[in-house]
């Protein structure tokens, strides 16, 4: 294979590397906003359920301060109860001792009701609140997990980027200029496996005299489509540069 068509399929490789290093580093502010949206959301849950609870509380205050209010009338209707002298007396006194205890029993049974909703939203803080904390674990492992991979990118970008010199080093400037040139206006893709007659990455068929030149990999020819760097696989061998899927077709 030419020395210089063999080092720009290693210089696509490692660019191809770092850039998918970098695209992924990129996504990490995107992600720690979607990790902390999670939370958000459990303790918006948790504040919820809390509120919930402490409204229920408060409306069960209430109705006690409305039983005490007519406890208190019905103490005072017994004692005066006790001083009535007339009939019709004692029967209006009755009548507003039935109608409090009425009052009364009616409070009691919403007290009742609010209890038994307490206890029920009391279990929904309960889960609530271990959903936070079960969410706050699995976040600060997922945070964890994208700060040692953030590392192993980072390393593999300096690593490329040494390799990369070393490569460029020993091209043929002219040959570099092409490539750099083709990789500008083409995403960063500028050398792709010819397949069957076709470039592999804008799938266009290549002229057959054009196609034979590139299967002897002994120099450096460019699609005439997409101007890609092409390079041939035979069949027996595995391809030296995985760029199929790197981009559509342009």
């Known amino acids: 294979m030419n020395s210089d068509l063999e080092r720009l399929i290693a210089l696509q490789q490692l660019d ?4 998918a290093a ?3 580093l990129a996504e990490g502010p995107e ?8 939370i958000e959301a459990a303790r918006q849950r948790l504040a919820a359920a809390k509120e919930q609870h402490g409204q229920n509380q408060a409306a069960r205050r209430e109705l006690e301060k409305e039983v005490a209010v007519h406890q208190g009338r019905l103490s005072k209707f017994r004692d005066t109860l006790m001083a009535v002298k007339t009939n019709v007396e004692y029967q209006a006194v009755q009548k507003e ?8 029993k009616s409070i009691e049974d919403k007290v009742l009701e609010r209890m038994i909703e307490a206890d029920e939203l009391t279990a929904v803080v309960k889960r609530a609140e271990g959903e936070l904390a079960a969410e706050q674990k699995t976040v600060d492992a997922d945070r964890r997990a994208m700060t040692a991979e953030q590392a192993v990118l980072q390393e593999t970008i300096d690593r490329v980027t040494s390799e990369r010199v070393a490569v460029v080093g020993a091209l043929d400037t002219q040959v570099l200029a092409t490539f750099d040139m083709v990789s500008r206006k ?3 893709v500028a050398v792709a496996e010819a397949r069957d007659g076709i470039c592999t990455i804008c799938h266009v068929r290549l002229r057959p005299q054009v196609f034979n030149t590139v299967t002897r990999n002994d120099a450096i020819i460019q699609c005439d489509s997409c ?4 390079y041939y696989v035979p069949k027996t061998e595995s391809p030296a540069v995985g760029t199929e899927n790197s981009e559509v077709r342009t």
């Open 16 to 19: 191809s590397t770092a850039e």
């Open 22 to 24: 970098r695209r992924r």
């Open 31 to 38: 992600h720690e906003l979607a990790l902390e949206a999670r």
């Open 97 to 104: 001792m039935a109608f409090a205890q009425g009052e009364v």
């Open 186 to 188: 083409r995403n960063g």
């Open 227 to 230: 101007n890609r760097i092409l």
